[in-house]
């Protein structure tokens, strides 16, 4: 073990300020180690002669360390480069400053913003992150409110109307205060990175420095001169982006040297409220309040809210009052380790305990169903638009196939029937399908890395998508002619026109995705020559594009198709006629598909065959009531047994009579009454039975494996295969699922390959599970009486269009819109945990209805750090005293 240097330790003691005098300092220590790592001895006796935290001049410091005046220029110099001290010109006298600052906030932000120091020292990191966890872990409950080394800055907007605000308050206070302003590189994100433990935020220019401390920052290099019009523009970014304001609060009310734009999950003074959950020490002097009847439950807020003090949950009143829960705080209770949230970065719930609304629930994107019903509803539909995708890039496509879960669940439905939520995504969707009012999201980042998307149907352009939105370099690759999966080859036009996707992949051509057709993966190049082409990670999204065999006899005669290529040859313009009689063997939503285009291409019967009820049929009803009215005829509870052939050619199909499916509602083997057969003739069989993945030699060389049905077995979060840089999503990850599980499942890849990409970052830490619950429907009481008692609407559908190749289905008149967006009962509202709320006004920015503003709760003053320890000694009594009544009355259940 190497011995500790003394002049060293001395400095750390000193700089550690009341935890260098309570604390052990050793050769494990933060404050040690990182010194150690950059500082000379003869560096450290400067530094103890300017003393913490007393402007010096150089004078005064030649006397005191008793050096000579260059060398002791030339040491200020070396220690002002790796931050053990700053320096900037006296207004007064036109000389220099020197300052030695508390270790944090403060000298270890600086050591961390000198970028070569960092990467050769990147201990110094390590240091940050250990010692603002250390050190404050025993200060963190005794901090009075507000009163910490770092203070939440509300955002400018969020306190603008609330009456008596101090001018201290606001940021543009110091934006007036101060002539000259510098941003940097966040340091915490950079210290994060350094240990791989970084959340996806990045660090580039984010940080505001302001007076001696911008001057410094220009001077040494760490920052670059920005005017003020750059700072707004800065804060504005960070607000967008759910970046809260903080700033240091040391030298007294009114004086700062920097705001920071702070996100929670990496943060380190922020942990005083996510880790240690005393969130007093920083909170400002305002708090969130809720207005239910104004909330719409869309989540952004909760999403954006550092802190999960905000949360969904239930508006409609129940039948039975729902369950109270308190939970003890730091303010009048012993504040222990098993007191504190030590898996914050994993464990955010979004959701409240009793749930919130259905809709959001169910929909496997958790689209915010609620809110852009009312923005429709207040014809803000462009803002409901870009509410919409934020999840799902595609509402017109979706508007049009979607299976709806969220109307399956919706609590209107248990009344009479659920709101048409498909129809007022549609109607939304299809007013910029024109091009003349096209949402293009603005672009966060720019960041450039090259990404390689494989397959363009849904998951695939849904994660370039998103990719596009940070400014990823994205190509797509799709072995076809035609952009889209099965979007474009998989859904007949009757139910999905061309022209509404093709609409909605141009957005993506708009936001700089580069698409190559006629290109397939692992035959015409391969993943390893696109990695030296420089692409730098691979989403792949094939899709279940392949039919399934039924292993019976006969299956391989001339007339016997699958499904799947049948409806690739007609979208691709191949027209496959038929003739005579038709048979279609399944009972899914393809299978009804298949049936439905057959009617079209010809066949003089199309009868569709399969094992389950008409009741326990996969596909939906409205899609069966389509085929009926198609004149499609539906055989029951009927299995194949084989293919009858004559001369290599189907003639028939002998089925046997299917007794059971299902078991309790869970599928099972079909169980056959083998003595009941029928024999059906038949000049072509389509088979829809389910769907295959055909890998190709595209995984050829990788190490992603694959699991049960040829599925890429991938990580259920990150969606990362045991070949770090390929990720997969949509159905050749899961099987065969709808559009909208693999459009969620492309912006999660997105999100992962973001962090994959960038240096430092973790895939999962700070990364929201989404996991949402709904409330229980079968409490909730609610009369008829207080609601709109309007019917349902239902789009028309047009005569010129029926039993052809386009889709006839209307969409809702204006009118009609409005009408069905009044049934909404807006079942759920954010609720607010006010002991969490730091204050920041992140959340008010973010909603668009008004329902969520600051208001005061507190009125403490900054003070300066030399005051710090007398409050905090005052403060202790005082929670001493709250902590002896709140025992005696939870043991006692006194007032």
Not at 362 to 377: D, E
Request: include cysteine; charge should be negative.
């Amino acid at each position: 073990m190497a011995e500790l240097r003394p002049k060293i330790l001395k400095l750390a003691k000193m700089v550690g300020g009341v935890a260098g005098v309570i604390n052990k300092i050793d050769e494990n220590a933060p404050e040690y180690y990182s010194l150690n790592a950059v500082v000379t001895d003869e560096m450290a006796d400067v530094a103890l002669a300017i003393g913490l935290r007393q402007p010096r001049t150089l004078e005064y410091i030649v006397e005191k360390c008793a050096k000579p005046r260059e060398e002791t220029q030339a040491l200020l110099t070396k220690l002002a480069e790796t931050g053990v001290c700053k320096v900037w010109i006296d207004k007064e006298d036109g000389k220099d400053r020197y300052f030695v600052n508390i270790f944090a906030p403060g000298m270890l932000e600086m050591m961390v913003n000198n970028r070569e120091q960092l990467a050769a020292h990147p201990e110094i990191g390590k240091a940050f992150e250990e010692y603002t966890r250390m050190r404050l872990a025993p200060m963190a409950a005794l901090f009075p409110e507000g009163l910490a080394m770092m203070r939440v800055l509300p955002i400018e907007s969020a306190i603008r109307d609330v009456p008596e605000t101090k001018p201290w308050e606001h940021p543009s206070y110091y934006l007036d205060k101060y002539g000259i302003f510098s941003v940097s590189d966040c340091s915490c994100r950079q210290s994060r990175r350094v240990l791989d433990e970084g959340c996806g935020h990045l660090e580039k220019d984010i940080c505001i420095q302001m007076g001696t401390g911008a001057e410094y920052y220009i001077r040494t290099g760490r920052g670059r001169q920005v005017s003020r019009a750059e700072v707004e523009k800065i804060l504005k970014f960070a607000e967008d982006n759910g970046l809260m304001h903080q700033m240091p609060q040391t030298d007294g009310l009114g004086e700062a040297a920097a705001i920071c734009n702070c996100c929670a999950c990496s943060c380190f003074s922020m942990r005083l409220a996510t880790l240690f959950k005393t969130p007093d020490a920083i909170r400002s002097n305002f708090s969130a309040v809720v207005d239910a009847e104004k909330c719409v439950a869309c989540g952004q807020c909760v999403e954006n809210c550092p802190t999960n003090a905000l949360k969904l949950g239930q508006r409609l009143c129940t039948k039975q009052p729902l369950p109270v829960h308190t939970s003890h705080t730091a303010r009048d209770h012993v504040w222990r380790e098993t007191d504190w949230n030590e898996d914050y970065r994993e464990n955010r719930e979004v959701v409240a305990e009793e749930g919130t609304s259905p809709c959001k629930t169910a929909c496997p994107a958790h689209i915010a169903v609620q809110g852009y019903i009312k923005l429709a509803a207040q014809g803000r539909y462009s803002e409901a638009l870009e509410l919409i995708k934020k999840e799902n890039p595609f509402p017109a496509v979706c508007g049009r196939i979607c299976p709806h879960d969220c109307e399956n669940e919706c609590t209107r439905g248990d009344i009479d029937e659920p709101i048409a939520i498909d129809e007022i995504k549609k109607f939304i969707a299809d007013r910029e399908l024109d091009g003349s009012a096209r949402y293009i999201p603005p672009m966060r980042y720019h960041l450039g890395n090259r990404v390689a998307v494989i397959g363009a149907g849904p998951a695939g352009l849904s994660c370039a998508y998103y990719l596009a939105v940070d400014g990823y370099r994205v190509t797509v690759f799709e072995k076809q002619e035609k952009l889209g999966g099965m979007l474009a080859l998989g859904i007949p036009s009757f139910r999905l026109e061309k022209d509404v996707l093709n609409a909605e992949i141009d957005v993506l051509r708009e936001m700089g995705v580069e698409f190559k057709t006629g290109v397939e993966i692992g035959r015409d190049v391969t993943l390893g020559s696109l990695r030296r082409e420089g692409y730098e990670a691979f989403y792949l999204a094939i899709g279940a594009q392949g039919g399934r065999k039924l292993e019976i006899e006969g299956e391989n005669a001339g007339g016997v198709v699958s499904g799947v290529d049948f409806l690739r040859e007609v979208n691709l313009g191949h027209d496959p006629r038929l003739s005579g009689k038709v048979v279609v063997i399944g009972g899914g939503n393809v299978a009804i598909d298949v049936a439905r285009t057959a009617t079209r291409e010809g066949a003089d019967s199309v009868t569709l065959y399969c094992l389950e009820s008409r009741e326990e049929m996969p596909a939906l009803d409205e899609e069966i009531e389509d085929a009926e009215k198609d004149s499609v005829i539906f055989s029951n509870r009927w299995g194949p047994k084989r293919i009858l052939t004559e001369n290599g050619k189907v003639t028939g199909v002998e089925f046997k009579r299917c007794v059971s499916v299902f078991d309790n509602g869970h599928l099972f083997a079909p169980q056959y009454d083998e003595d009941n057969i029928i024999t059906v003739p038949a000049d072509t069989v389509l088979l829809s039975i389910g769907q295959s993945i055909q890998w190709g030699g595209l995984l050829e060389g990788s190490r992603v494996q694959l699991g049960r049905g040829n599925t890429a077995k991938a990580d259920s979060l990150t969606l990362q295969t045991d070949e770090p840089d390929i990720f997969v999503g949509g159905d050749c990850c899961t099987g065969p699922k709808f559009a909208i599980h693999a459009i969620a499942a492309g912006k999660e890849g997105a999100i992962s390959i973001h962090r994959f990409v960038q240096p430092g970052q973790a895939l999962t830490l700070g990364r929201d599970r989404r996991h949402y619950h709904a409330f229980d429907k079968a409490n909730v009481a609610v009369p008829l009486i207080s609601f709109d008692n309007t019917p349902r609407q239902r789009a028309g559908h047009s005569l010129e269009k029926r039993n052809s190749f386009a889709d006839d289905r209307l969409t809702f008149t204006e009118a009609q819109l409005k009408k069905e967006t009044e049934r909404c009962l807006g079942c759920g509202a954010v609720q607010v945990d006010s002991y969490m709320c730091v204050g920041c006004g992140m959340c008010t920015t973010k909603c668009k209805f008004e329902a969520i503003h600051l208001g005061r709760t507190y009125n403490t003053t900054p003070g300066t750090y030399e005051k710090l320890p007398v409050k905090i000694a005052a403060n202790a009594i005082r929670r001493s005293g709250k902590i002896v009544a709140a025992s005696v009355k939870e043991r006692f259940g006194k007032d």
